[in-house]
T-cell receptor, first 115, second 111 residues
Framework: DSGVTQTPKHLITATGQRVTLRCSPR?????VYWYQQSLDQGLQFLIQYYNGEERAKGNILERFSAQQFPDLHSELNLSSLELGDSALYFC??????????????FGPGTRLLVL | EDKVVQSPLSLVVHEGDTVTLNCSYEVTNFRSLLWYKQEKKAPTFLFML????IEKKSGRLSSILDKKELFSILNITATQTGDSAIYLCAVDQGGSEKLVFGKGTKLTVNP
């Protein structure tokens, strides 16, 4: 158990809908990262927040947005969902200052299925 | 474009075999290379490599980095069924704090 929690574990929804994925980082970690893992693309970095501010952006679609709240939990919002958005969404957290990838701890993921 | 390429994509072996997984990369601002093991859900950290030629070892697993040739290998000796997993290679880009992942090698160890 990494100490990172994600809810829900599974989510089934329809095309065109909007969903929110939630992540609680490990106690004391200030950075939160979101990743998408699909069968054909592998694990892809979406976005990073540090202490409430956006810090780095990856291949995140305009239909997706995220935020980090004062209590450091983070939410990833996915809207106008398409079939291709079906994937595993991981959250990871790391302490500050980040010393690199070894200190990114991954949550169990949310499996999203868009029908 | 930054990329990390792993090979093979899939590997099936018998218990007791030794396997070598490959990872090559082309990224800007390389800081370190990481190996993760992904069984059912979350990737779990195995190794971080920053310097060429220095082997990292943990039990039956070992890994080494070649920064000149831009690749790394992960070796697993005397494989066990519990080693069955997807092994992910990722590169940490200094400055951006993001990890660029390869697509992984799916290892299946049969009894």
């Amino acid at each position: 158990d990494s100490g990172v929690t994600q809810t829900p574990k599974h989510l089934i929804t329809a095309t065109g809908q909007r969903v929110t994925l939630r992540c609680s980082p490990r106690s004391g970690d200030l950075s939160v990262y979101w990743y998408q893992q699909s069968l054909d693309q592998g694990l892809q970095f979406l976005i990073q927040y540090y202490n409430g501010e956006e810090r780095a952006k990856g291949n995140i679609l305009e239909r997706f947005s995220a935020q980090q709240f004062p209590d450091l939990h983070s939410e990833l919002n996915l809207s106008s969902l398409e079939l291709g958005d079906s994937a595993l969404y991981f959250c990871a957290s790391s302490p500050h200052p980040s010393r690199g990838g070894e200190t990114q701890y991954f949550g169990p993921g949310t499996r999203l299925l868009v029908l | 474009e930054d990329k990390v390429v792993q090979s093979p994509l899939s590997l099936v072996v018998h218990e007791g075999d030794t396997v070598t997984l490959n990872c090559s990369y082309e990224v800007t601002n390389f800081r370190s290379l990481l190996w993760y093991k992904q069984e059912k859900k979350a990737p779990t950290f195995l190794f971080m490599l920053t310097s060429s030629g220095i082997e990292k070892k943990s039990g039956r697993l070992s890994s080494i980095l070649d920064k000149k040739e831009l690749f790394s290998i992960l070796n697993i000796t005397a494989t066990q069924t519990g080693d069955s997993a997807i092994y992910l290679c990722a590169v940490d880009q200094g400055g951006s704090e993001k990890l660029v992942f390869g697509k992984g090698t799916k290892l299946t160890v049969n009894p």
